[in-house]
């Protein structure tokens, strides 16, 4: 395995500061926040990392990371750490949106277009938002509420994330990855969970706003067996008073379909690589196959978040999982 790890100051000037580093750890979270790189650097005379200096890493010439310093430290000791985020940092700061009639995907490349940022391969989310109003929040929470409603009318999934300096967003169907992660050959440890505790309901109420009756439409979907198992869940929502019935009847359904089960959970630890450009692949959104045969499990889970360590040679994994 050879890592490539450079450092541009952005004053023409590009270091190699692979041979002065001896772990690199890169992190995926599918959700709420950019990738990391963390690594940990000889000081050199001859090199210095400034915030905001751009950084780059490969594996065995794949593409892996590319963003910019944030944070810089050390002690007494001849070591400087350093961690580098994508372009989806600069998505955290808060402004004010009004977008109607825009699907997640054209919501997504005004923002990026506002702001400067790379735009790669976007797919079309289908879903047209009636209208989304979004006051002092982050850009990274309005382009997830954007994605959280064309979940609950079409049911599709998309993940936002930065492939080498360019901003993807794409249906996790689509982002399927052939390799398994097996107990009978690379997995190290594993721990797992079926919980009603968090994101799961048996009950849906929406209600929307009738100027007419000056009173609220109300529309109900529920499980009245699992509401017998579990008790009463109930997920609430309050809608656009442009959506229509039908609209509105259409999401009720799709949200308890969607919520109305365990979440089921999988962390897989000490995940050892046996083919480097493939594992690379296995970043938050994407799906992964799992087989242990101690657990009856032989299926694919979604990655919410993963972490790649790279070190003495080797490639370790672990993983969040959840099944979709």
């Given amino acids: 395995m050879n890592i490539q790890l450079l450092l541009d100051n952005k004053?023409?000037?590009?270091?190699?500061?692979?041979?002065?580093?001896?772990?690199?750890?890169?992190?995926?979270k599918r959700k709420d926040k950019p990738s990391s790189l963390d690594f940990e650097i000889l000081k050199d005379k001859q090199i210095t990392i400034t915030n905001g200096d751009v950084i780059s890493f490969k594996v065995d010439n794949n593409p892996v990371f590319y963003g910019y310093a944030f944070e810089n430290g050390g002690s007494k000791n001849p070591i400087t750490k350093v961690t580098a985020y994508d372009q989806l940092r600069y998505l955290l700061f808060n402004d004010t949106y009004v977008f109607k009639n825009k699907k997640a995907s054209?919501?997504?490349?005004?923002i990026a277009k506002d702001i400067g940022l790379r735009v790669g391969t976007i797919e079309d989310t289908g879903y047209v938002i009636p209208q989304l109003?979004?006051?002092?929040?982050?850009?990274?929470?309005?382009?997830?509420?954007?994605?959280?409603?064309?979940?609950?009318?079409?049911?599709?999934?998309?993940?936002?994330y930065d492939d080498f300096g360019y901003l993807n967003l794409k249906n996790?169907?689509?982002?399927?990855?052939?390799?398994?992660?097996?107990?009978?050959?690379n997995l190290g440890d594993y721990d797992w969970k079926n919980s009603i505790d968090s994101d799961t309901y048996n009950r849906v109420k929406i209600v929307r706003d009738?100027?007419?009756?000056?009173?609220?439409?109300?529309?109900?979907?529920?499980?009245?067996?699992?509401?017998?198992?579990?008790?009463?869940?109930?997920?609430?929502?309050?809608?656009?008073?442009?959506?229509?019935?039908?609209?509105?009847?259409?999401?009720?359904?799709?949200?308890?379909?969607?919520?109305?089960?365990?979440?089921?959970?999988?962390?897989?630890?000490d995940v050892i690589s046996t083919d480097i450009a493939a594992d690379l692949k296995l970043r938050a959104g994407s799906g992964v196959y799992v087989d242990i045969?101690?657990?009856?499990?032989?299926?694919?889970?979604?990655?919410?978040?993963?972490?790649?360590k790279f070190s003495k040679g080797q490639l370790v994994m672990d993983f969040d999982l959840k099944v979709v």
């Fill in 11 to 28: 004053k023409g000037e590009i270091f190699d500061i692979s041979e002065l580093t001896s772990e690199v750890t890169w992190k995926t």
């Fill in 106 to 110: 054209q919501i997504l490349i005004q």
């Fill in 133 to 160: 109003l979004e006051d002092d929040k982050k850009l990274l929470d309005i382009i997830y509420s954007s994605l959280e409603k064309t979940l609950m009318n079409n049911k599709r999934t998309y993940t936002l």
């Fill in 172 to 185: 996790i169907n689509n982002m399927k990855q052939p390799v398994v992660i097996s107990d009978d050959s």
């Fill in 210 to 269: 009738n100027k007419d009756t000056k009173g609220r439409d109300v529309y109900i979907a529920q499980d009245s067996r699992n509401i017998a198992r579990w008790g009463r869940l109930q997920y609430f929502k309050k809608v656009d008073e442009k959506m229509n019935k039908a609209q509105i009847q259409e999401m009720v359904n799709a949200a308890l379909k969607l919520k109305n089960r365990e979440t089921k959970t999988l962390k897989l630890k």
């Fill in 293 to 308: 045969k101690e657990k009856g499990i032989k299926q694919y889970y979604l990655i919410e978040e993963a972490t790649h």
